[in-house]
């Protein structure tokens, strides 16, 4: 059987395996610390299941417009508003099945052949991908941690060409935690601005903050910056609803029609009774939020507290997500090869910078049981003493 071209272009997903085969692992009855995954360990709070309930016991199980139920839409649209100061109507908005799927319909509806896309590294493993089943180009601007792991005005400059079309903004970021300020988002916006291109804001973990920081979306900063701005959510991270699979993108009238078009030959609607559990996560009390929010704030302080002592590694404070980036340079080992190793011989799953585009890192997801931090910590150091 001959596949298309496209399908060997793509990588598969190395968190998905990774975190495959320390499940499998652990359905082996081996004792695995995983910090791999990307989703919260809490369950979707009752109130939001109780309302999904409701909808299934209404009947509210028919398919519904490709676009989303009316009262998702106006939810979402009522929420990027006041929380967000973005001025967009319900038929700017679609549902998805889920954020990673908003990004899917945006860039396989605005990119084609020719087009470039600014992507900075360290990224979110499956945003070249889509470029590269979508035709386009992805160009990669490298960041360090001496910037914070966040492109800088100059570097993004530097990167635009003819061919830009668009630039993708992850903040709070996956794989590093960091977050833009308001100037910094000011700086990028003025030379988008400048240089009339657009930008998707991925603003999947806006909910999950330290220390004070806060949350600005880009399109919030003017007029002009806002008409070139699309933005990318869900509600997997902060309502742990990572199963439900719903997503929303927001953005221009004409690109919004675009994507439903595609969704409408695709998946079509998104779950029709899960949309109703949505809406209660937008509308009912926040109280939950908060409580995952400050379970997440204590676990970052004791997992970078203690990456901190390990000789060897050297870690950025994140500002959000939960995830940790630690720098492993020292150890000589490609982030695949500590990975795998660490995983063989100490029973840790991490997942290897590469997938990033980061290979003197990899990444930690603090998205779990303070027990399973304290263990694996203990691990993680014994294996960094015994190669440096």
């Known amino acids: 059987m001959k596949l298309a071209e496209r399908v060997s272009q793509v ?45 299934l016991a209404e009947g509210k199980t028919k398919y519904g417009p490709a676009s989303g139920e009316p009262l998702l839409r106006n939810a979402i649209a009522h929420k990027l508003k006041t929380e967000n100061n973005l001025d967009y109507k319900a038929e700017n908005v679609i549902v998805t099945n889920g954020g990673k799927h908003s990004l899917f319909n945006l860039i396989l509806a605005l990119i084609e052949a020719g087009d470039e896309v600014i992507i900075p590294a360290p990224y979110w493993l499956s945003y070249p991908e889509m470029v590269t089943l979508a035709g386009g180009k992805s160009v990669i601007v490298q960041t360090t941690a001496a910037t914070g792991y966040k492109i800088t005005p100059e570097q993004l400059r530097q990167a635009i060409t003819p061919k830009t079309k668009l630039f993708i903004l992850n903040s709070p970021s996956n794989p590093t935690g960091m977050v833009y300020t308001p100037d910094e988002m000011l700086e990028l916006a003025k030379i988008i601005v400048e240089k009339d291109i657009l930008v998707v804001s ?62 409408s030959h695709s998946t079509s609607n998104v779950c029709t009774f899960a949309q109703y559990g949505a809406v209660e996560a937008l509308s009912g009390s926040q109280d939950c939020v908060e409580e995952m929010r400050q379970a997440f704030a204590k676990r970052r302080e004791v997992m970078f507290n203690r990456i901190n002592t390990i000789p060897g590694l050297s870690c950025l404070q994140p500002d959000g997500a939960f995830y940790l980036f630690p720098d492993i340079t020292k150890t000589g080992l490609t982030s695949l090869d500590f990975s795998n190793a660490l995983l063989e011989s100490e029973k840790v799953a991490v997942i290897p910078g590469i997938a990033f585009g980061a290979d003197d890192n990899i990444r930690l997801s603090y998205a779990t049981d303070m027990e399973t931090i304290e263990k694996g910590m203990d691990r993680l150091e014994k294996f960094v003493k015994s190669k440096i």
Request: hydrophobic content about 40%; proline content about 4%; some cysteine.
């Open 11 to 55: 990588a598969p997903s190395i968190t998905l395996a990774i975190a495959a085969k320390a499940k499998a692992m652990k359905a082996e009855g081996i004792d695995v610390c995983s910090f791999s995954a990307g989703e919260p360990d809490f369950d979707t709070p009752n109130h939001i299941k109780a309302a999904a309930e409701k909808a």
């Open 202 to 263: 991925d603003e999947i973990y806006e909910k999950i903050l330290y220390d004070g920081t806060k949350h600005i979306s880009i399109g919030s900063l003017n007029e002009e910056i806002f008409r070139r701005t699309i933005i990318s959510n869900g509600f997997a991270k902060g309502y742990s609803m990572t199963g439900w699979r719903i997503g929303y993108l927001a953005g221009p009238l004409e690109l919004i029609k675009a994507t439903i078009t595609i969704q």
